[in-house]
Antibody, heavy 120, light 107 residues
Framework: EVQLVESGGGLVQPGGSLRLSCAASGFTFSDHYMDWVRQAPGKGLEWVGRSRDKVNSYTTEYAASVKGRFTVSRDDSKNSLFLQMNSLKTEDTAVYYC???????????WGQGTLVTVSS | DIQMTQSPSSLSASVGDRVTITCRASQGIGRSLAWLQQKPGKAPKSLISAASSLQSGVPSKFSGSVSGTDFTLTINSLQPEDFATYYCQQYQSYPLTFGGGTKVEIK
């Protein structure tokens, strides 16, 4: 059974940093691109960033709203995906989901999410 | 960026109804469109990929179609468990983008 479990959310002050983790199981993690998607309270879904697989040199893509502040990384030996968030702003407050990209290109499995609150 | 215009933003329907939700892409995305269902306080769940392919385990009352840049999600015989918010997502190009969502409520 595919499982994605996010952790690391919490309350952080504006300008602060936070690192989210996503623990994957039930599939060959190293074979898949992985995404972060967020959802501000009461709002819709917003794609944040992507890590490609080893074959594609673990290259990354980012939304313009987080580029230069957020970094997606992964550790295939630990079946884990990470999101390092720096220079956090109040508008980064959201539930952050990790999602698996399947071979067809869409996100077929999603984690349960972890809440990040940026507030003074 | 590719804009995904989803309509309606909300609708009220009765159990047993058929409902249709539309998503229009601002430029061609081929069939690179997914439909997601999200219930309150829960993670999104993938229903359909490649515009019309049902994910494993998704009941056949859900169907998707495409005509050019217009994509449609149809739900037949609406049941209580189908009341949720539905999103479309294009994955043709970066940044990946979502429609604004359609909240399906009980009439």
């Amino acid at each position: 059974e595919v499982q994605l479990v996010e952790s690391g959310g919490g309350l952080v002050q504006p300008g602060g940093s936070l690192r989210l983790s996503c623990a994957a199981s039930g599939f060959t993690f190293s074979d898949h691109y992985m995404d972060w998607v967020r959802q501000a309270p009461g709002k819709g879904l917003e794609w944040v960033g992507r890590s490609r697989d080893k074959v594609n040199s673990y290259t990354t893509e980012y939304a313009a709203s987080v580029k230069g502040r957020f970094t997606v990384s992964r550790d295939d030996s630990k079946n884990s995906l990470f999101l390092q968030m720096n220079s956090l702003k109040t508008e980064d407050t959201a539930v952050y989901y990790c999602a698996r990209r399947n071979t067809h290109g869409d996100n077929d499995y999603w984690g349960q999410g972890t809440l990040v609150t940026v507030s003074s | 960026d590719i804009q995904m215009t989803q309509s309606p933003s909300s609708l009220s329907a009765s159990v047993g109804d058929r409902v249709t939700i539309t998503c229009r892409a601002s430029q061609g995305i081929g069939r690179s469109l997914a439909w997601l269902q999200q219930k309150p306080g829960k993670a999104p769940k993938s229903l359909i990929s490649a515009a019309s392919s049902l994910q494993s385990g998704v009941p056949s009352k859900f169907s998707g179609s495409v005509s050019g840049t217009d994509f449609t999600l149809t739900i037949n015989s609406l049941q209580p468990e189908d009341f949720a918010t539905y999103y479309c997502q294009q994955y043709q190009s970066y940044p990946l983008t979502f429609g604004g969502g359609t909240k399906v409520e009980i009439k």
